[in-house]
């Protein structure tokens, strides 16, 4: 039942549990202000799945540590998994300017195809901006960008090319505890014989039934808009990986996925998704789980 307009899920609200999560957050220095009562983003998640082009409509300051587990089409190099450890950061300016840096980390692959590599990701980084902030009615509209510069290890298919754009919006609506989130934009390379260019879009539901457990469901698609001088395959990286691949252009790979938010802290989150390739094609996804904590400050 709504206390103080919060839900509370009815197996944690026994006076055990409440006195023992008001213990932490005293005790605990990443507790933070809440926001303002009733404030109607206080309950909306943020995106899980496709962590690197699905940013969040939301101005916020956040550290967000993430682990991604993904494994490999068994038609594409024989199969095998890819293990991303990576940390992104945002941070507000003020309530409509962020800045962001949404990719980099060490990346680990095993695959019979071509046996085991690792290496360090590609950076990324860039601004976004909340053009319409409407709490009246539940709405927020934030476009942005990204850069990415070719730094990592060519091991794990990083460090090519001369980098590349990325333009996008991102929006957030919200209809009580029900939420919608929503991102398209676009993969620009600055060397487009060597990487492809392709557009992004992804969508999320999700709904807030306690702090515990805030569920939702998302899907994720790229499709690639030209051919480049790199491998002669027929699909590209997804969101990590740019192959410049050679035979590629207009294909469409996608994802749907689901999973939950669990709220610890007023400003600390833990996130768990699952995603699983929809299109039928061989590439390099087959499904992916992914966890992440989002500490805001």
């Known amino acids: 039942m709504p206390t103080n307009g919060r839900k509370v899920c009815p197996v944690m609200s026994t006076t055990f549990i409440k006195h023992s999560v008001l213990s932490i957050a005293a005790a605990t220095s990443l507790a933070a202000p809440a926001l303002a009562e009733g404030d109607w983003l206080e309950h909306a998640a943020n995106p899980v799945t496709n962590p690197i082009f699905f940013e969040s409509a939301q101005i916020q300051s956040e550290v967000r540590p993430l682990f991604l587990h993904h494994r490999l089409d068994d038609g594409f190099v024989g199969g095998g998994s890819v293990n991303v450890y990576a940390l992104q950061l945002r941070y507000a300016v003020n309530d409509r300017l962020a800045i962001i840096a949404t990719k980099d980390g060490y990346i680990d692959t095993h695959t019979p195809g071509l046996g085991n590599r690792g290496g360090w ?56 505890d029900f939420h919608v989130s929503a991102n398209v934009g676009a993969r620009l390379p600055n060397d487009l014989s060597k990487n492809t260019a392709s557009l992004h879009y992804s969508a999320q539901v999700d709904y807030y039934t306690c702090q515990w457990f805030i569920p939702f469901v998302s899907i994720n698609a790229f499709t690639t808009l030209n051919g480049a001088d790199g491998l002669p395959i027929t699909t590209e990286g997804f969101d990590l990986i740019n192959f410049g691949s050679g035979h590629a252009n207009g294909q469409t790979q996608a994802a749907v996925g689901g999973g939950f938010r669990s709220r610890i802290l007023p400003n600390l989150d833990l996130g768990f998704g699952y995603e699983v390739e929809i299109t039928d094609q061989t590439d390099i996804f087959k499904d992916r789980f992914t966890v992440d904590v989002s500490w805001r400050f």
């Open 121 to 176: 990701g590609d950076l990324a980084a860039g601004l976004k901006y909340a053009v319409i902030r409407d709490d009246a009615n539940q709405f927020l509209v934030t476009p942005g960008f990204t850069i990415t510069l070719p730094t990592g290890n060519e091991e794990v298919f990083q460090g090519r090319g001369k980098g590349e754009w990325n333009a996008f919006v991102s929006a957030l609506k919200g209809f009580g």
